[in-house]
């Protein structure tokens, strides 16, 4: 158990609705991380924040947002879902930010299928 | 740009036979950072090892041993005497500069037979 928590664990939503998901870092941690897992993308880097900010952005769509809130929770928001945001969804989080070498550590990922 | 390859994609091994993963990276920066994740069929991802870029030991822990070749940009892993637990996919990964997110690479599926 790496201590990281993401709520739900599945979830099956139609095209063009919006979902939230939950994430809970490990204790003491101020950096959340969100990563997308598809077939054919791989392991993604959406988008990390830092004690509330906003402190790297990669490949997130435009319909995607993501905020971190000052009890240190994380959510991430997609909308008007598609076919193709079918996938894994992990949170991640580590003690400090903008330091490379940070253990980075996993929870077990939201598993979202859009029908 | 930062970049992993994982030139293996699957790999299929009978219990207690050794078995050597590759990675191989690119970075630019002379400070960086190499992991090992491993993703079980259940799907979270557990995080085997850390390494930088001015460590060139290699590590063992247990059954798992880690060498990192920086004149061959690799940091290979290797599972002695291979479990069928031990069946999972394995990640390398890379970190640089001023960021901590992770750049992956595509992932080896293990296959341990009994």
Redesign the interface.
Known sequence: D?GVTQTPKHLITATGQRVTLRCSPRSGDL?V?W?QQSLDQ??Q?LI?YYNGEE??K?NILERFSAQQFPDLHSELNLSSLELGDSA?Y?C?S?V??????????????S?LTVV | AQKVTQAQTEISVVEKEDVTLDCVYETR?T???L?W?KQPP??????LI?R?SFDEQNEISGRYSWNFQKSTSSFNFTITASQVVDSAVY?C?L?????????????ITLSVRP
């Open positions: 790496s950096s991380y990563y791989g392991l880097f990390q402190r790297a990669g894994l992990f991640a580590s400090e930010w903008g330091i490379s070498g940070n253990t980075i550590y996993f929870g077990e990922g598993w | 920066d400070t960086y950072y992991f994740y259940s799907g979270e991802l557990v995080f850390r930088n990640f990964a970190s640089t500069g001023a960021n901590s997110k992770l750049t992956f690479g595509k992932g």
